[in-house]
């Protein structure tokens, strides 16, 4: 049904419509929702937690959205803390759960830069104005635990039912102002198994070179999130088919073309997904260290070539493949450091002589290293015999692994030592003193 008060017309949907019963929020969200309501401020579920509660899947967190400004929410929850620069959010913690809790934001006021993206975005309205500024239509929905009601403004509710992603607005304009949005329309596309919906879709070839405006730490946060999401392979396909992994991991083309590097990356990611939806937990060091593993490899053979020896040329082949990326994504370092040392156990692993393969054993990251060397292996790109012998090794009673060692190579005479030579060629060697005879 319609309300028709002193707000533009929107939707009001009944439990009986939509489904979502209050025992079905998270005990924090609801906690949050009556403390404010408690103190005469408005207090709603939104975003993704209301749409996937309408698909019937249990959200990973809960957003608030409320009329009280972040400092008169920080001082009601003693456990809370304000984050945020572009826009001021307030965490407000209970137990492991955290609510993000926004205040309605205004449909203008915000600071851009040439570009039109938003800079600072710090100007509260109301909940029709929060509405207008929400990216999709799918996350404009607004859910009141008191009645159990959702109330839609601009037809949300039913483009969750028809899959859609839609933007609100004009497409162009939204995607100026946050060029990451594009990026979240591919997740949640990829994600949830919506289709773009076609005015959405029509600009994002063309302006996908606004990404290369955006901090690089923003676009590793998004590329994490979209990485981690559950559908990472259906994640890059959907950026490549869109044209935005240019300037965020271009590697991808190279890789296609590439027989042994595109199975190498379709099977860490169909791992990576598999664990994710097993509730499983995963490694995103371990993650881009294979997405960018074959940009190193493919470094170090070419340092190879220029007579530098094999290890100094994977270590330089790692800086090299890190350096360019920073400009494109911020990985962390505490993210590189582990990267680098997954890289750098490829070729000790596979040596299997004498010592060096019992030390390996102990390497913090041997666990990391065997299971990356696995999928070279499962690739094709090392032999599998290698792959099953260390999967031996490693459980193998200490006198079975002594009998696996290959035996070291013998090691090389040293040659003698040149006897140095004396200051001038014509000076005579000095003539040893005579034995003393009472001696």
């Not at 097993?278 to 070419?302: D, I, M, N, R, Y």
């Amino acid at each position: 049904m319609f309300n028709m008060g002193a707000e533009p017309p929107h939707r009001i949907y009944k439990r009986d419509k939509h489904g979502i019963a209050r025992s079905s929020i998270s005990r924090g969200a609801l906690k949050v929702c009556e403390i404010l309501k408690a103190h005469d401020f408005s207090a709603y579920i939104v975003g993704g937690a209301v749409r996937d509660l309408l698909l019937g899947v249990v959200p990973k967190d809960y957003d608030v959205a409320t009329d009280a400004h972040p400092d008169q929410v920080h001082r009601l929850f003693r456990r809370s803390h304000l984050i945020g620069r572009r826009f001021k959010l307030v965490h407000v913690l209970f137990g492991s759960e955290t609510v993000e809790v926004s205040t309605f934001r205004a449909g203008e006021g915000g600071e851009s830069d040439e570009h039109g993206r938003l800079l600072r975005d710090n100007v509260y309205g109301t909940r029709v104005q929060d509405a207008a500024r929400r990216d999709f239509t799918a996350n404009a929905l607004y859910y009141d635990p008191h009645d159990e009601t959702v109330l839609d403004y601009h037809g949300g509710y039913a483009d969750v039912r028809k899959k859609t992603m839609r933007i609100i607005g004009d497409p162009v304009l939204r995607f100026r102002e946050d060029p990451v949005r594009m990026l979240r329309a591919v997740r949640f596309a990829a994600k949830l198994g919506f289709g773009i919906d076609p005015k959405t879709r029509a600009p994002i070839r063309k302006l996908a070179n606004l990404l290369e405006n955006v901090p690089a730490a923003r676009l590793f946060e998004e590329m994490l999130k979209l990485l981690l999401s559950g559908h990472s392979a259906a994640c890059l396909a959907q950026l490549r088919k869109e044209g935005l992994h240019h300037g965020l991991l271009p590697l991808l083309d190279v890789i296609v073309e590439q027989p042994v590097g595109e199975r190498f990356l379709r099977l860490a990611l169909d791992q990576t997904d598999a664990r994710i939806r097993g509730g499983k937990s995963v490694s995103p060091a371990f993650l881009f260290a294979a997405l960018l593993w074959h940009e190193v490899l493919a470094a170090w053979k070419l340092n190879e070539t220029k007579e530098m020896r094999s290890i100094p040329a994977l270590y330089l082949a790692m800086d090299q493949v890190l350096d360019a990326q920073t400009d494109k994504l911020s990985i962390p370092r505490r993210l590189t450091t582990t990267m680098k040392e997954i890289w750098a156990l490829q070729p000790r692993l596979e040596q299997r002589s004498g010592k060096r393969a019992l030390v390996l054993l102990t390497h913090p990251r041997f666990r990391a290293g065997y299971d990356f060397m696995l999928l070279r292996a499962e690739s094709g790109e090392v032999p599998m015999e290698l792959a099953n012998w260390w999967t031996r090794f490693q459980d193998a009673e200490l006198e079975e692994r002594n009998a696996m060692l290959i035996p070291d190579a013998a090691p090389k005479k040293k040659r003698p030592r040149r006897r140095r030579k004396s200051r001038t060629d014509d000076t005579p060697e000095p003539t040893p003193a005579p034995a003393d005879p009472g001696n």
